[in-house]
């Protein structure tokens, strides 16, 4: 009998073209997306090599992170110089190699780790990689999902492979049920603020327990999503009927026969029973509260109810990172969080910008105003979740409200588009990092969930979303 | 890629801990097609002030600093974006080893692919050496890879861990790329096999 395998063993098994001595592998690549801002060098470095691309229908790019989010943004004038030479070098780069491309204009075209998984490119027992941290996104699928440089993009369009050596695995179990008003991002907020942003350095993540098989496929995908926030190489969800459910039926999805030959692989693709984990976090859903962020890293993180910490509340190291972030977000120690009064929302991103996100958002905001003085901007992932939100009449309550309603990107989650924060201006945010200068200079992030956001968008201030009455859209 | 073997040099000392690759290189410098001339912005929004003026008290803008090769960093260095960027802006810069209690796993890798050396250390080491750091362009660190060694300026030592693939890799300066595709009939084989096992994919 062999000895029980995690997910994580079960899946890097499966693609291990060689091994060394040492433990190196060549690990072969099932999917590989692409997108303008961390490929331009790796094409050239193909040209420069006569290299090709070994795998050109394995291989998908679209524009995401340069690209407006304005009505009428496909005319290049509404573009930085800079910016439309890096999204017309995609352009070129992916007819040149012949690879699959959402061009700007395509109704499909959205940020990359929510156009994979709605074009049913995702599949469970996969390896995913892309230029960009986020791909951890895709291990929602039972998928072994992670973020490369960009010669690692060049290694991986000339070979299909990445030499890699196995990380250790991590278990994160989330027991019981989530209280009302409490939400993926909490969980996966939670998990950070509980193991801090190196506590998964080192580890794949399996995320499990009753509160994780609760969520649906978005709530799954963004948690793993922050994988990577936690330190992780990657975050991953053993598939179940709810997974299949999701693939079945989407364009790049296998069809008949070949579904059915794929299903019966994939319900292999669980953690046998006393597998070993290195580490195991363990925490109870039922005492997740409703997160914000505080300061200058996704691990600051704090209940809703809670005060603004002091730096003194914290050891070694810590102390003078605290300090460093309360004064860049201008906080005072003991300020309750609930006070924070905000200038801008941002609705959107690959953590969060879904439809049952918009959903969330949308079932506060609906009949309600946006605060005197707040700018609520509203970015659907990709254009396909546009369509569906102005089906729902989803976009109306944004636009009614008095939110701006956009065109898909990554948008404000890293501002190399437009779409930026002032000075000091302070956004309730349901992006991924709260970095110093992350969503615009010296501008000053608190993350949250979408229901917590579209609250601080009506209120004015950080609020405990269930303090408002909410109705389903 | 350039060979690393040993290196003597100026070491700035940043104590701050989760130095993330937005800190070392900002958004706006990744819209290049580019890899190189990335270093005038190495830390940009800590290294300079909004009109583009040098902010004195940062440590590369300080005279002892702005020759500096290496970085001795608090923990967790390199966090957050894949940015390849970081990196390469780091290495434009003239940094060519930069030493740490841990480092972001993307970060560390990418380190690799241009030169650059990740030395992790207890953090009574890190501490030891950012004191020494801290003397000034007289305090020089040698970093001996081979050896894997990093020696502060009193001559106390300190030896560090290095996976042994990618250690002959920079001290060869070994193309990856190259090397993967010495084991091209193995990728064939795999996916000959990956037809049958996984005809979906």
């Known amino acids: 009998m062999t000895a029980p395998k995690t997910l994580y063993d079960k899946i890097w098994d499966a693609h291990v073209v060689d091994q060394a001595d040492d433990g190196t592998c060549l690990l072969y690549i099932d999917r590989h997306l692409v997108h303008e801002v961390t490929s331009p060098q790796a094409f050239e470095g193909l040209r420069m090599a006569n290299r090709k691309v070994r795998a050109p229908e394995k291989t998908i790019a679209v524009p995401d992170h340069n690209v407006p989010t304005t009505l009428g943004r496909e005319n290049p004038d509404q573009m930085p110089e800079e910016s439309r030479i890096q999204v017309a070098a995609l352009d070129k780069n992916a007819k040149d190699f012949g690879i699959h491309y959402y061009p700007v204009t395509d109704v499909r075209q959205g940020i990359v780790h929510i156009v994979g998984p709605e074009q049913g490119w995702t599949l469970p027992g996969m390896t995913v990689v892309c230029g960009d941290s986020h791909t951890a996104t895709h291990g929602a699928f039972g998928s072994l999902a992670h973020g490369i440089g960009t010669s690692e993009v060049e290694h991986v369009l000339a070979t299909q492979t990445l030499i890699q050596k196995k990380s250790k695995n991590m278990k994160v179990e989330i027991t019981g049920k989530l209280k009302p008003g409490v939400t993926a991002k909490d969980i996966t907020l939670a998990v950070i603020g509980a193991t801090g942003t190196a506590g998964g350095t080192g580890y794949v993540i399996e995320y499990c327990g009753e509160a994780i098989r609760d969520l649906s496929m978005e709530g799954r995908m963004t948690v793993c999503n922050m994988a990577i926030e936690g330190g992780a190489r990657a975050g991953l969800i053993a598939p179940d009927e709810k997974t299949f459910e999701y693939v079945k039926g989407r364009p790049h999805a296998p069809k008949g026969a070949a579904f059915e030959a794929a299903l019966s692989y994939w319900k292999t693709l669980f953690t046998d029973e006393g597998a070993h984990f290195d580490k195991v976090v363990t925490l109870k859903g039922e005492e997740i509260e409703p997160v914000v962020t505080w300061g200058t890293s996704p691990e600051d993180v704090l209940p809703i109810s809670a005060l603004v910490p002091a730096a003194s509340d914290f050891t070694g190291g810590k102390v003078g990172a605290a300090q460093r972030s309360l004064d860049y977000m201008g906080l005072t120690p003991g300020m309750k969080l609930t006070d924070v009064k905000i200038d801008a929302v941002f609705i959107g991103s690959c953590t969060n910008g879904r439809i049952e996100d918009l959903r969330a958002a949308a079932a506060v905001l609906k009949g309600r105003k946006i605060a005197d003085g707040v700018r609520c901007m509203v970015v659907p992932g990709s254009g396909l979740v546009r369509a569906q939100a102005e089906e729902e009449g989803l976009a109306q309550i944004f636009t009614d409200a008095g939110a701006e309603w956009r065109m898909a990107g990554c948008s404000m989650c890293l501002a190399m588009n437009p779409d930026q924060l002032a000075e000091e201006e302070r956004c309730a945010s349901t992006s991924n990092r709260n970095f110093e200068g992350r969503q615009g200079y010296k501008g000053r992030t608190h993350l949250m969930s979408p229901a917590m956001a579209a609250a601080a968008a009506v209120t004015g201030h950080l609020t405990d979303v269930r303090e408002l009455t909410t109705e389903t859209v | ?201």
Not at chain 2, 3 to 32: R, S
Not at chain 2, 71 to 96: M, Q, T, Y
Request: net charge negative.
């Open chain 2, 1 to 201: 890629m350039d060979k690393f073997t040993t290196l003597t040099g100026i070491a700035a000392p940043m104590p701050l801990v989760n130095i993330d690759t937005d800190m070392i290189i900002p958004k706006q410098f990744l819209k290049t097609i580019q890899r190189s001339g990335l270093g005038k912005n190495l830390f940009d929004e800590m290294r300079y002030d909004r009109k583009g003026n040098e902010i004195p008290d940062f440590v590369l803008n300080q005279p002892a600093y702005r020759d500096a090769e290496i970085i001795v960093a608090g923990d967790n260095f390199g966090c957050g974006s894949s940015r390849e960027h970081a990196p390469w802006a780091l290495k434009d810069f003239g940094i060519k080893c930069v030493i740490s209690t841990s480092f972001a796993d993307i970060f560390f890798n990418n380190c690799f692919k241009n030169g650059i050396l990740p030395v992790v250390l207890p953090a009574e080491a890190v501490n030891y050496l950012m004191d020494d750091a801290a003397k000034g362009a007289n305090a020089r660190l040698t970093v001996n890879l081979e050896e894997q060694t990093v020696t502060a300026s009193d001559g106390q030592s300190f030896p560090f861990e290095v996976d042994a693939f990618k250690k002959h890799c920079l001290m060869n300066g070994l193309d990856d790329i190259g090397l993967s595709l010495e084991k091209v009939s193995a990728i064939d084989t795999y996916e000959e096999r990956a037809k049958t096992q996984f005809p979906w994919l």
